[in-house]
């Protein structure tokens, strides 16, 4: 520990006295500084032993004193050290009154002892306490090292907590918590979440203190460059010293370490699942199987889910949105234990195999009430396949990354569009168009007020050509029906009785009703 007061009382060799301010010997001393300025505060730093022969104190004036005693407090001075035998054979009583009165410890320093000796102890305690930091600092990198080669970063998160004498917790890049110790900081952990994303937000390294001062806890980002792949927190009750700043500084280096790959083993990776998906897709499962051998496990097995993500339109700042995107999914299927295949399609591509039902569709379900723009990613999810079904698959996530694009939603289900209506289909200003220049002819006649075509229109194809249906529907005679529909062929130039210009009719009249749906 750093020298303090008490420790220099008890020095055999400087003989010094106590004469004020017995309760404070336990404050920690930075420094001794030499003044005899009656006003020494505009070289105080504080943390300072002050020491004076009063050679230009009027030290026998009560009130200066008590002045000069409270501007030292204020600067931070922890103790005044008082030469005897030079200026004053005693102290004078005035200081002493002032310095019990404000609490300042006042020291006696007797003639035989030098101010230099007391600069020197202190000097040396202080050299001392740096030196056992240090050392401390180097056998705790050393144990976390070995903890870190043999067991793992729980073993260095536990260690890191015994060195700090507190509690520590590592997250991963969803701000989920990997590890803690001890068991106890669990649900403290927890609730730094919250500050573990928005410290993700900054560019690595990042660091923020979150807490009181019983509750002191330092957030410290874990990653290289911009990409933060996790987070370690450290609670203490107090700010850390020395050695305890070395002993996280190294526990950062070696979770950093552990949680960040190489970029030649990721790029590898990557072309080995690229070349594994497209074995899938091709129909070669059992060539996929092979060349993946154990590194993917059961995945290439049924049932999984092939979900393409693309970067939603629109500018943004801050970190891109698809690689945020795949670290979510990553560290979902690593907190569950599962294994996920993704595979970059250049910067604003992802396609990723992940297992049916498990966290990975479980985090990418999770984006299905959020729109494309407050995601950032727009993703098409297939339904659950099989080794032999993986090219339909991908037609099915492709198809559903379609119909998000156009929605504006940031994950639409294949299934979903399965089992719905093909209404939501037709709300596409492609579809549109057509409808109204296919349609225009009619509203134009009936515009005129010489007849309703569009809706007699509407009400003969609903009751599929039956007439008498249809003009009950109308609430007019069959046979004004009979010439609303030839009155419709001569307009259009086209054939009720071809199949195709009745289904594109209906078509055209079921899209411009969909144009105040909420679909949309």
């Given amino acids: 520990m750093p020298p303090t007061l008490a420790s220099l009382v008890q020095h055999s060799a400087l003989k010094l006295t106590v004469r004020a301010g017995e309760d404070r010997l336990g404050t920690a001393v930075r420094w001794a500084h030499v003044s005899e300025l009656a006003d020494p505060v505009p070289y105080m730093e504080g943390g300072e032993l002050l020491l004076t022969t009063a050679l230009t104190l009027d030290a026998e004036d009560p009130e200066a004193m008590r002045r000069y005693v409270r501007r030292l407090l204020a600067a931070g001075v922890v103790g005044l050290g008082f030469a005897i035998g030079v200026n004053y054979e005693h102290i004078p009583e005035p200081l002493v009154d002032a310095a019990r009165a404000e609490g300042l410890p006042l020291l006696e320093v007797p003639r035989r002892t030098p101010f230099l000796a007391i600069s020197k102890a202190v000097s040396a305690a202080i050299a001392a306490d740096q030196y056992r930091a240090v050392t401390a600092g180097f056998e705790a990198q050393r144990e976390m090292t070995r903890a870190a080669l043999a067991e793992g970063p729980d073993a260095v998160v536990a260690r890191l907590a015994a060195h700090v004498d507190g509690w520590a917790a590592l997250y991963d890049t969803s701000g989920a ?60 009750g107090a700010p850390l010293g020395t050695a305890e700043r070395y002993a996280v500084h190294s526990a950062i280096a070696l979770l950093t370490l552990t949680t960040e790959r190489s970029r030649s083993l990721q790029a590898a990776e990557s072309r080995l699942g690229a070349a594994v998906l497209r074995m899938m897709l091709s129909g070669q499962p059992d060539h996929a199987r092979a060349v993946a051998g154990d590194l993917y496990g059961g995945l290439l097995d049924a049932p999984f889910r092939l979900l393409i993500a693309e970067t939603a339109p629109g500018e943004r700042e801050g970190e891109p949105p698809l690689p945020a995107f795949a670290d979510a999914l990553e560290s979902a299927a690593a907190h569950a234990g599962e294994t996920v295949l993704a595979v970059p399609e250049g910067e604003d591509r992802l396609l990723v195999l992940a297992g049916d039902g498990g966290a990975v569709v479980t985090a990418c379900e999770g984006y299905a009430a959020r729109d494309a723009e407050e995601a950032g990613v727009v993703v098409g999810l297939s339904a659950p396949a099989g080794p032999i079904a993986a090219a339909a698959a991908y037609k099915q996530a492709e198809q559903a990354l379609s119909v998000a694009r156009r929605r504006g939603r940031a994950l639409v289900e294949h299934e979903e569009l399965a089992a719905g209506s093909v209404l939501p289909l037709l709300a596409d200003d492609a579809v549109r168009a057509f ?49 609303r529909m030839r ?31 909420p679909e949309q």
Avoid: C, F
Wanted: glycine fraction near 8%; proline fraction near 4%.
């Fill in 487 to 517: 009155r419709v062929e001569e307009i259009l130039g086209r054939s009720l009785d071809d199949a195709d210009v009745r289904m594109e009719l209906w078509l055209a009249l079921k899209a411009t009703a969909t144009e105040s749906s």
């Fill in 177 to 236: 918590v990997l590890a803690v110790s001890p068991e106890w900081a669990a649900r403290r952990a927890a609730r730094l979440t919250p500050d573990v994303e928005r410290l993700r937000e900054r560019p690595a390294p990042a660091s923020a203190v979150v807490g009181g001062t019983e509750d002191r806890v330092e957030l410290q980002s874990l990653g290289t460059g911009r990409r933060v792949r996790g987070a370690l927190a450290v609670g203490t």
């Fill in 435 to 483: 409808a109204d220049g296919m349609l225009r002819p009619l509203n134009e006649h009936d515009a005129t007020g010489r007849g309703d075509l569009v809706a007699s229109l509407r009400a003969w194809l609903s009751r599929h050509g039956q007439w008498d249906a249809a003009a009950a529907d109308l609430g007019v005679h069959r046979h004004t029906l009979r010439y």
